[in-house]
C-alpha cells in the first residue's frame, strides 16, 4: 500500500512527537522512546521525519505509522477505527497553537522553499520509500552494508526503479502534474538504472534535492547523481543547532553514525570540502567542527588539503580537528566495530588543530599505524610479495615492497631479461598481485614473446613459428592462454608508452591503485623515459629521477626501473648520480665469464650490501633464478 498522502499536510504542518505527552530522547537527527506496543522498557521506538511528516516505526518489533496512528493504537485502541482516527485529530488539533501561530510568523521566503518544489519531492520520496520494501535488490544492496530496509526508511531511502511511469500515475493520485514533475525533477529521464534514491534536505527540513546511488556498480554510469537540481553546498544531514558538528565523506557515513546517536554528522556526498559548506554549517550555530577522512595513498595530497581546510576554519573563526582513520577503515565500519562511543573518544581525545599541532597529530597517526603495521604481521611471514625463482633474494629482502629500485647490469642488456624474470615471478608467485610493464626499448610484441618464452622454457626464436615438433605447439599455445589469462584478470598490462607528464602519469596510476591496490611498476629503459613537472631542474637525468621520485611518494608502491649503470672498480656504483640518490636499492646484475651475479646495495636502508647471489639462466628462455 502506498504511504496515505490524506493526512501528510496535517501531519507536517501541526503534529510533533513532543505533543504525545511521552519521554523523548534526541537520538541523532531523530527522537527516540520506549515502545508501548512489544516492551515499554526497551528504547527502540524511533520517530522519524524522513518523509516531510513526523512518523514512528520499532526498530524491534516492526511497528509503524503517522503520529495519529501512534494515537490510535496506544490511546483510543478501544473505538472503531474512524471513531479513533476523529479522537486522535483532535487531540493533536488542541495542541497545535503554538506550533501555528510560529509557522505564521516564518518568513515569506522559508514558506516557498517548502512550497511545490517541496511537494514534488516529497512525493518522490515517498514513492521511492514505498518501493524498497518491493525491491530485493535493494534488500541485497543494503544487506551487504549492514543495514535493512527498517533502518533504511528512517531517513527516507528509497528505490527507483528507472521507469518513471509508475511514479507519474502515483503523482497524478497525490494532485501533482506531469509539467511539475518534469520541472522540478528535471533529471528524472537522464537516468534509467535501478538506484538507491537519498533525500538531501536544508537545516529547516525541507527537501531540496534527491541524490541516487548505483546499486550495481556501471562504469558507463555516474555512481552519484542528483534527480532535482538544486544546491550543492548544503552538507547532507544538516542539522539545525548544531554547534559542533561531525564532517565525513560518504553518506552511509554520516547514516550509520547518525543511526548510532552521534549527534550533528554530515556528509559532503563524496564532494571537496569547501568553505561555503562551513558558512551553511556556520549559519546552523556551528562554531567548530571535526573533519574525518579516510586514508589516502597520496598522504603528501591529504596533509595539503587538511592545510587547506585549517585555513578555511581560521578565515571563519572556526576550530578544527582532524582525524585520519588507518587504511581500509570508514567511519561506517569503525562504529558498527568498535560502537559510537569509540568514535565520541576518537574525537574528545584528538587536539584542536593549529599548523603545529597538524603536523604532530599527522605524525603521531603515522607512527601509530606504523607500529600496528608491523605487528600485525607475523614473524615467520615476508612483509612484502614472495619470489618463488629467487628464495634467498626474498628472505633477505624480505619480500618485495614499496620503494624504488634501479636495475642495470653489465653486460647492459641482462637487465631486461632480469626485470622480465621478476616480473613473471612475482605475477606466478602472489595471486593477487598486479605487474604493469612499461617496454620503452622494446616493442611490446616481443615482451610478450619473451614472456611466453620463459613460461615454457623454449628460445625466443621458437615462439616465434610454427614448431616441427607437435608437442613444443601445444606448449606455445597453454602458455599464451596462460599469458591471456594473465591479461584478462588484470594482473598484466605491458605498456610501450607512458604519458609525458607527470600529473597524467600519476592519475593513471592511481586509477590502476583504486583497482587493483597490488600493484608493481616496471619501467625498462629509464634512459627514455623525458617527463617532469619541474622545468626548473636543468639536468634531464635529475627531472627523469625526481619523477619517480615523487610517484613512489604519491603511490607507495614497488617500482623497479631498467636503466644504465657503470660500475667502477675504484669508485663503486656511478650515474647517472641521481638514480643513486633517490633509489632505495640498486640491483646489479654482472656476468663474468658463464657466471652471473646480482648483487643488491642501498645507502637509505640500514646498509650498503644488502644481498649477494649466483644466478642461473635457462639455456634455452635466458628466465633466470637463484643458482
Given at each position: 500500500?502506498?504511504?496515505?498522502?490524506?493526512?501528510?499536510?496535517?501531519?507536517?504542518?501541526?503534529?510533533?512527537?513532543?505533543?504525545?505527552?511521552?519521554?523523548?530522547?534526541?537520538?541523532?537527527?531523530?527522537?527516540?522512546?520506549?515502545?508501548?506496543?512489544?516492551?515499554?522498557?526497551?528504547?527502540?521506538?524511533?520517530?522519524?521525519?524522513?518523509?516531510?511528516?513526523?512518523?514512528?516505526?520499532?526498530?524491534?518489533?516492526?511497528?509503524?505509522?503517522?503520529?495519529?496512528?501512534?494515537?490510535?493504537?496506544?490511546?483510543?485502541?478501544?473505538?472503531?477505527?474512524?471513531?479513533?482516527?476523529?479522537?486522535?485529530?483532535?487531540?493533536?488539533?488542541?495542541?497545535?497553537?503554538?506550533?501555528?501561530?510560529?509557522?505564521?510568523?516564518?518568513?515569506?521566503?522559508?514558506?516557498?522553499?517548502?512550497?511545490?518544489?517541496?511537494?514534488?519531492?516529497?512525493?518522490?520520496?515517498?514513492?521511492?520509500?514505498?518501493?524498497?520494501?518491493?525491491?530485493?535488490?535493494?534488500?541485497?544492496?543494503?544487506?551487504?552494508?549492514?543495514w535493512n530496509i527498517g533502518q533504511a526508511q528512517l531517513y527516507g531511502l528509497g528505490y527507483y526503479?528507472?521507469?518513471?511511469?509508475?511514479?507519474?500515475?502515483?503523482?497524478?493520485?497525490?494532485?501533482?502534474?506531469?509539467?511539475?514533475?518534469?520541472?522540478?525533477?528535471?533529471?528524472?529521464?537522464?537516468?534509467?538504472?535501478?538506484?538507491?534514491?537519498?533525500?538531501?534536505?536544508?537545516?529547516?527540513?525541507?527537501?531540496?534535492?534527491?541524490?541516487?546511488?548505483?546499486?550495481?556498480?556501471?562504469?558507463?554510469?555516474?555512481?552519484?547523481?542528483?534527480?532535482?537540481?538544486?544546491?550543492?553546498?548544503?552538507?547532507?544531514?544538516?542539522?539545525?543547532?548544531?554547534?559542533?558538528?561531525?564532517?565525513?565523506?560518504?553518506?552511509?557515513?554520516?547514516?550509520?553514525?547518525?543511526?548510532?546517536?552521534?549527534?550533528?554528522?554530515?556528509?559532503?556526498?563524496?564532494?571537496?570540502?569547501?568553505?561555503?559548506?562551513?558558512?551553511?554549517?556556520?549559519?546552523?550555530?556551528?562554531?567548530?567542527?571535526?573533519?574525518?577522512?579516510?586514508r589516502d595513498q597520496d598522504r603528501r595530497k591529504q596533509e595539503l588539503r587538511i592545510q587547506k581546510?585549517?585555513?578555511?576554519?581560521?578565515?571563519?573563526?572556526?576550530?578544527?580537528?582532524?582525524?585520519?582513520?588507518?587504511?581500509?577503515?570508514?567511519?561506517?565500519?569503525?562504529?558498527?566495530?568498535?560502537?559510537?562511543?569509540?568514535?565520541?573518544?576518537?574525537?574528545?581525545?584528538?587536539?584542536?588543530?593549529?599548523?603545529?599541532?597538524?603536523?604532530?597529530?599527522?605524525?603521531?597517526?603515522?607512527?601509530?599505524?606504523?607500529?600496528?603495521?608491523?605487528?600485525?604481521?607475523?614473524?615467520?611471514?615476508?612483509?612484502?610479495?614472495?619470489?618463488?625463482?629467487?628464495?634467498?633474494?626474498?628472505?633477505?629482502?624480505?619480500?618485495?615492497?614499496?620503494?624504488?629500485?634501479?636495475?642495470?647490469?653489465?653486460?647492459?642488456?641482462?637487465?631486461?631479461?632480469?626485470?622480465?624474470?621478476?616480473?613473471?615471478?612475482?605475477?606466478?608467485?602472489?595471486?593477487?598481485?598486479?605487474?604493469?610493464?612499461?617496454?620503452?626499448?622494446?616493442?611490446?610484441?616481443?615482451?610478450?614473446?619473451?614472456?611466453?618464452?620463459?613460461?615454457?622454457?623454449?628460445?625466443?626464436?621458437?615462439?616465434?613459428?610454427?614448431?616441427?615438433?607437435?608437442?613444443?605447439?601445444?606448449?606455445?599455445?597453454?602458455?599464451?592462454?596462460?599469458?591471456?589469462?594473465?591479461?584478462?584478470?588484470?594482473?598484466?598490462?605491458?605498456?610501450?608508452?607512458?604519458?609525458?607528464?607527470?600529473?597524467?602519469?600519476?592519475?593513471?596510476?592511481?586509477?590502476?591503485?583504486?583497482?587493483?591496490?597490488?600493484?608493481?611498476?616496471?619501467?625498462?629503459?629509464?634512459?627514455?623515459?623525458?617527463?617532469?613537472?619541474?622545468?626548473?631542474?636543468?639536468?634531464?637525468?635529475?627531472?627523469?629521477?625526481?619523477?619517480?621520485?615523487?610517484?613512489?611518494?604519491?603511490?607507495?608502491?614497488?617500482?623497479?626501473?631498467?636503466?644504465?649503470?657503470?660500475?667502477?672498480?675504484?669508485?663503486?656504483?656511478?650515474?647517472?648520480?641521481?638514480?643513486?640518490?633517490?633509489?632505495?636499492?640498486?640491483?646489479?646484475?654482472?656476468?663474468?665469464?658463464?657466471?652471473?651475479?646480482?648483487?643488491?646495495?642501498?645507502?637509505?636502508?640500514?646498509?650498503?650490501?644488502?644481498?649477494?647471489?649466483?644466478?642461473?639462466?635457462?639455456?634455452?628462455?635466458?628466465?633466470?633464478?637463484?643458482?
Amino acid at each position: 500500500m502506498l504511504i496515505d498522502q490524506e493526512h501528510a499536510d496535517y501531519m507536517r504542518t501541526k503534529a510533533h512527537p513532543r505533543q504525545l505527552g511521552i519521554p523523548l530522547s534526541r537520538w541523532g537527527r531523530n527522537l527516540i522512546a520506549c515502545c508501548p506496543f512489544h516492551a515499554p522498557e526497551e528504547t527502540s521506538l524511533f520517530f522519524y521525519d524522513a518523509l516531510g511528516y513526523w512518523r514512528y516505526r520499532c526498530l524491534q518489533c516492526g511497528s509503524e505509522g503517522d503520529l495519529v496512528d501512534f494515537l490510535m493504537k496506544s490511546r483510543f485502541n478501544g473505538l472503531d477505527e474512524q471513531a479513533a482516527r476523529s479522537e486522535a485529530f483532535e487531540f493533536l488539533g488542541a495542541l497545535d497553537k503554538e506550533l501555528v501561530n510560529a509557522q505564521d510568523s516564518e518568513h515569506p521566503w522559508i514558506k516557498e522553499v517548502g512550497g511545490e518544489k517541496s511537494k514534488v519531492l516529497e512525493c518522490f520520496v515517498r514513492y521511492c520509500h514505498w518501493a524498497a520494501c518491493k525491491s530485493p535488490s535493494l534488500a541485497k544492496f543494503l544487506e551487504a552494508r549492514g543495514w535493512n530496509i527498517g533502518q533504511a526508511q528512517l531517513y527516507g531511502l528509497g528505490y527507483y526503479s528507472g521507469d518513471p511511469e509508475p511514479f507519474i500515475s502515483y503523482c497524478m493520485l497525490s494532485g501533482i502534474e506531469r509539467h511539475q514533475i518534469s520541472f522540478y525533477l528535471d533529471n528524472l529521464d537522464a537516468y534509467h538504472e535501478p538506484r538507491l534514491t537519498i533525500p538531501a534536505r536544508n537545516s529547516k527540513g525541507f527537501i531540496h534535492s534527491v541524490y541516487g546511488r548505483l546499486i550495481e556498480d556501471n562504469e558507463s554510469s555516474h555512481t552519484y547523481i542528483t534527480y532535482a537540481s538544486g544546491p550543492t553546498v548544503i552538507p547532507f544531514n544538516i542539522q539545525a543547532d548544531s554547534e559542533q558538528p561531525l564532517i565525513v565523506q560518504g553518506f552511509f557515513d554520516a547514516l550509520t553514525a547518525d543511526l548510532a546517536g552521534i549527534p550533528g554528522v554530515v556528509s559532503t556526498m563524496y564532494q571537496e570540502l569547501n568553505i561555503n559548506h562551513l558558512y551553511k554549517l556556520k549559519a546552523c550555530g556551528a562554531e567548530s567542527f571535526t573533519v574525518i577522512l579516510r586514508r589516502d595513498q597520496d598522504r603528501r595530497k591529504q596533509e595539503l588539503r587538511i592545510q587547506k581546510y585549517l585555513k578555511m576554519a581560521e578565515q571563519l573563526h572556526m576550530n578544527l580537528k582532524s582525524i585520519v582513520l588507518p587504511k581500509g577503515e570508514t567511519v561506517d565500519t569503525l562504529v558498527r566495530k568498535k560502537g559510537a562511543d569509540q568514535l565520541i573518544d576518537l574525537i574528545a581525545n584528538t587536539e584542536v588543530d593549529t599548523i603545529h599541532s597538524h603536523r604532530r597529530s599527522m605524525l603521531l597517526q603515522d607512527i601509530k599505524d606504523n607500529f600496528d603495521t608491523a605487528m600485525a604481521c607475523p614473524p615467520d611471514q615476508n612483509v612484502g610479495y614472495t619470489l618463488r625463482s629467487f628464495p634467498k633474494l626474498t628472505r633477505d629482502i624480505d619480500g618485495v615492497q614499496s620503494g624504488c629500485f634501479f636495475v642495470s647490469s653489465n653486460p647492459f642488456g641482462l637487465k631486461t631479461i632480469l626485470l622480465s624474470s621478476l616480473a613473471l615471478d612475482l605475477i606466478e608467485s602472489n595471486p593477487s598481485l598486479k605487474v604493469i610493464y612499461v617496454a620503452y626499448e622494446t616493442p611490446r610484441r616481443q615482451i610478450f614473446d619473451r614472456f611466453v618464452s620463459m613460461l615454457i622454457g623454449q628460445s625466443l626464436f621458437s615462439v616465434r613459428k610454427q614448431n616441427t615438433d607437435n608437442e613444443i605447439n601445444k606448449k606455445i599455445l597453454d602458455a599464451t592462454r596462460e599469458l591471456m589469462g594473465y591479461v584478462r584478470s588484470n594482473r598484466l598490462e605491458v605498456w610501450e608508452d607512458m604519458p609525458l607528464d607527470y600529473g597524467e602519469i600519476l592519475k593513471t596510476l592511481k586509477q590502476e591503485i583504486k583497482e587493483h591496490p597490488d600493484l608493481v611498476l616496471v619501467i625498462d629503459g629509464i634512459d627514455h623515459l623525458k617527463v617532469a613537472d619541474r622545468p626548473e631542474l636543468p639536468d634531464i637525468h635529475e627531472k627523469r629521477s625526481s619523477v619517480m621520485l615523487d610517484l613512489y611518494k604519491a603511490l607507495d608502491i614497488p617500482i623497479f626501473l631498467g636503466g644504465e649503470l657503470i660500475d667502477s672498480p675504484n669508485m663503486g656504483l656511478l650515474g647517472p648520480r641521481a638514480y643513486l640518490r633517490d633509489s632505495d636499492a640498486i640491483y646489479w646484475l654482472t656476468a663474468n665469464g658463464n657466471n652471473l651475479t646480482l648483487t643488491v646495495d642501498s645507502k637509505r636502508l640500514g646498509t650498503s650490501h644488502i644481498y649477494e647471489g649466483s644466478i642461473l639462466t635457462d639455456p634455452q628462455s635466458s628466465r633466470m633464478q637463484e643458482a
